[in-house]
């Protein structure tokens, strides 16, 4: 059993930055690609990005692309979610999730556990 618990969310400005964390419990967090989804009022929950068990690769969605950085901390069994130049259409509530595989990481039955999330207002 994996607890992932998100945090750093809150309201910014257009072009802003804010960093998310999540923290999981266990020991075999190292064992887990991880990845952030987001969900907006209204829209289905959609991939961010992910990050393979060992941190070496990486994936984005293309609307992140060069704006969003994920990494990890397997010591501190904690990725983060890096997010700059934020616009208005990021606003959603972000997830952080826990896979056992790394073949779906894109969709969200791809994964085996999922925090609670925390929400990301972009002000324009």
């Known amino acids: 059993q994996v607890q992932l618990v998100e945090s750093g969310g809150g309201l910014v400005q257009a072009g802003g930055s804010l960093r998310l964390s999540c923290t999981a419990s266990g020991r075999t967090f190292s064992t887990y690609a991880m990845g952030w989804f987001r969900q907006a009022p209204g829209e289905e929950r959609e991939f961010v990005a992910n990050?393979?068990?060992?941190?070496?690769?990486?994936y984005y969605a293309d609307s992140v692309k060069g704006r969003f950085t994920i990494s990890r901390d397997n010591a501190k069994n904690t990725i983060y979610l890096q997010m700059n130049n934020l616009e208005p259409e990021d606003t959603a509530v972000y997830y952080c999730?826990?896979?056992?595989?790394?073949?779906?990481?894109?969709?969200?039955?791809?994964?085996?556990?999922w925090g609670q999330g925390t929400q990301v207002t972009v002000s324009s």
């Open positions: 990050i393979n068990w060992s941190g070496g690769r990486t």
């Open positions: 999730a826990a896979s056992r595989g790394q073949e779906y990481f894109r969709v969200v039955g791809g994964y085996n556990y």
